[in-house]
């Protein structure tokens, strides 16, 4: 694995990621336990964020350890691992330069993926520099395979990927860098919006795609 920075051990590696969590709670960028966290540590091992858990309220020991296939390694608590573990683990299956991926629903770059609406609009100098533009994959169920496999294409080429009325995933070299990305897409986004790029019409899910997040209620444990 070729890594230009020095890794983080599994101390460094835990308080970053609770750290970043308060910081995407604070920002409005994931609403009550939405979005997910990971680093790559020196060891090669991963730390992930549990379900069912605020970003704003994550602890050290909620934190669960895992390798580069999923496997568990570390889980004191016996939290539930985020369902969007898969997605995590494709970014660092095809990037071996990456070393942190963050997952949320920050407002104003989720209504272009609500839209199903790259961000491509060269307006912005810091977007370009640091995220370059921004597709939008297509529609899959949350917590999939299928929606791991639905940003493949573009993960190579990119820094960050909107998924169709989902959120955004970010990724870097780096916990802060992966962190960062997301703020500045949520900055460009605030900016083409202001600059007339409307993320309209929004796409409703079909009665297929419905169903199919109905579906997954019992899974992640969700009672009406």
Same mark, same amino acid.
């Given at each position: 694995?070729?890594?230009?920075?020095k890794?983080?051990?599994?101390?460094e590696?835990?308080?970053?990621i609770?750290?970043?969590?308060?910081r995407?709670?604070?920002?409005?960028?994931?609403?009550?336990?939405?979005?997910?966290?990971?680093?790559?540590?020196?060891?090669?091992?991963?730390?992930?964020?549990?379900?069912?858990?605020?970003?704003g309220?994550?602890?050290?020991?909620?934190?669960?350890?895992?390798d580069?296939?999923?496997?568990?390694?570390?889980?004191?608590?016996?939290?539930?691992?985020?369902?969007?573990?898969?997605?995590?683990?494709?970014?660092?299956a095809?990037?071996?330069?990456?070393? @942190? *991926?963050?997952?949320?629903?920050?407002?104003? &770059?989720?209504?272009?993926? /609500?839209?199903? =609406?790259?961000?491509?609009k060269?307006v912005?100098?810091?977007?370009?520099?640091?995220?370059g533009?921004?597709?939008c994959?297509?529609?899959?169920v949350?917590?999939t395979?299928?929606?791991?496999e639905?940003?493949?294409?573009?993960?190579?080429?990119?820094?960050?990927?909107?998924?169709?009325?989902?959120g955004?995933?970010?990724w870097?070299?780096?916990?802060?860098?992966?962190?960062?990305?997301?703020?500045?897409?949520?900055?460009?986004?605030?900016?083409?919006?202001?600059?007339?790029?409307?993320p309209?019409? @929004? *796409?409703?899910?079909?009665?297929?795609?419905? &169903?199919?997040i109905?579906s /997954?209620?019992? =899974?992640?444990?969700?009672?009406?």
């Open positions: 694995m070729s890594n230009a920075i890794l983080p051990d599994d101390r590696a835990k308080r970053s609770v750290e970043i969590g308060r995407m709670y604070e920002k409005n960028y994931c609403a009550a336990n939405d979005g997910n966290i990971s680093c790559r540590t020196a060891q090669n091992h991963l730390w992930v964020t549990p379900s069912g858990v605020s970003k309220f994550l602890t050290e020991d909620m934190l669960v350890k895992t580069l296939a999923g496997n568990i390694l570390e889980n004191p608590e016996e939290r539930k691992i985020s369902s969007e573990l898969k997605l995590h683990l494709k970014v660092y095809l990037r071996d330069d990456v070393n @942190a *991926v963050v997952h949320a629903h920050p407002p104003k &770059a989720t209504a272009f993926a /609500c839209a199903r =609406k790259a961000m491509t060269p912005v100098s810091e977007a370009m520099l640091n995220l533009e921004v597709p994959a297509p529609f899959a949350p917590g395979e299928e929606l791991a639905s940003i493949v294409p573009y993960v190579a080429d990119h820094a960050a990927v909107l998924m169709a009325n989902h955004a995933v970010t870097g070299e780096s916990m802060i860098r992966a962190y960062y990305r997301l703020e500045t897409l949520e900055y460009y986004a605030q900016i083409l919006m202001l600059t007339g790029e409307r309209e019409p @929004a *796409v409703d899910l079909s009665p297929e795609e419905t &169903a199919a109905r /997954c209620r019992e =899974k992640f444990g969700i009672r009406l």
